[in-house]
């Protein structure tokens, strides 16, 4: 009798474990579909994709794709993000936004270049000010488009910046408000964020110019037409400041690597929360930014490194490091002329 209560009891833990199991090999099965599901819509995106693609090519000049058409969150990823923010996942220390809080050290570092070198004009002593300073970011106005849970908003903030945070989806921005009047006491020299929920597009209408920096950060990837987008983002920046994004290449490499090993194989990453239709490729930026009055000042890849794997779990921790190849995530900064 004991015996065969044991046997239950170590029975019972396994049950998850097998039915989690079951269920990724399940997806492992259907990864040559994904693959061919994948390369199809690029050639043959969604209706809505060519249709908004077709009204930014007809735009000439320099507000080529800052037309009135709300360029925002794909519909088919919307009830992900707006489930990512009920379940509390933005904070949750093993959830799913682990791997981009990670991504802190090389975003801050690359918007500190922006502010303090190419703003400022801080050429020789950035990197000294951005290493020693409490609050590098001290007296800058910058703009997180894309704002989420707040993750690189509160830690702007705490480098001392004006931050405002935008985003289109109410629950993700009552999960940065919460977390960060939960966290958060009064500390000289830094200034609570602002939160925003509203779309970009009518946001331009009464914050445009107002930036020393705009960050639109792994945002790109999830909309609807990313260079009309990018082309908003644009707008919000002053004359002499910069824009920073940082995004998914589509390429080869992002399908196999980003879409299939991290979210398909390991399952690291959520199934179907990068789209290769979506993602959009250096040239495309530059060729926004270059219309909108801006000159690229940097061009940087991004890879994703595994610092320790649980696959049984499927949680990671990750570690980002820069790099000269841009076929995965890459960054670009780009400065706005001063007229």
Known sequence: MIKQTLRIAMAVPMVPLMLSMFSRWIIWMTIP???????????????????ETKQQNGKNGHHVAANEKDHSVAKEQAQFWK?????DQWWSPNGIMTALKRFNTVRLRLIAESYLKHTLGLEATWEDSFRLDALP?????????????????????????TVVGIDIMAPAIGA?????????????????????????????????????????????EHVNNPRAFAALCCKLVRPGGCVVFTTVNRTIYSLLFCMILFEDVLGILPRWVHRLYLCVKPEEIREVTDKMNFKTVKTEGNLW????????????????VPHWFTGLGYSVIAKRGES
């Not at 693959?35 to 050639?43: A, D």
Request: negative net charge.
């Open 33 to 51: 579909l994904r693959i061919v599901w994948e390369l199809y819509q690029c050639l043959y995106p969604p209706s809505e994709i060519v249709e």
């Open 83 to 87: 489930e990512t923010a009920e379940q």
């Open 137 to 161: 970011l001290s007296g800058a106005r910058i703009c997180d488009v894309g704002s989420g849970g707040g993750i690189l908003t509160e830690a702007l903030a705490k480098s001392g910046a």
């Open 176 to 220: 940065a408000k919460r977390h960060w009047n939960e966290t958060h006491d009064q500390q000289e020299g830094v200034i609570a964020p602002e939160y925003v929920c509203q779309s970009l597009a009518s946001y331009v209408e009464e914050a445009s110019g107002r930036f020393d920096v705009v960050v639109c950060s792994e945002v790109l």
């Open 305 to 320: 490194m595994p610092l320790s794997l649980n696959i049984l779990n499927n949680t990671a921790k990750m570690n980002y």
